[in-house]
């Protein structure tokens, strides 16, 4: 999911460095003020597409998602 945005420039890397996990870890965090910012509800409704794109859900099992 990354490698393509990466690639498109709609996200930018910020280390250089990979870590390779045997599962996924996606999370949107905010101050409390910006709750109801209608932009970080379409970066999360966004990041949750992406990512059930590639199979990756709360549900999925990590081994799963290899």
């Known amino acids: 999911m990354a ?3 990466l ?5 930018v890397r910020l ?3 990979a870590i390779q996990m045997p599962y996924s870890i996606y999370s949107v ?3 409390e003020t ?7 509800h ?3 409704r966004w990041i949750h597409q992406e990512s059930a794109q590639q199979g ?3 549900e999925t099992p990590a ?3 290899l």
Do not use: C
């Open 34 to 40: 910006r709750r109801q910012d209608p932009m970080i």
């Open 7 to 11: 690639q498109d420039r709609r996200l």
């Open 63 to 65: 081994s799963t998602q």
């Open 42 to 44: 379409r970066f999360s």
């Open 29 to 31: 965090a905010y101050p």
């Open 56 to 58: 990756v859900s709360p």
């Open 3 to 5: 490698r393509s945005s």
């Open 15 to 17: 280390f250089d460095t």
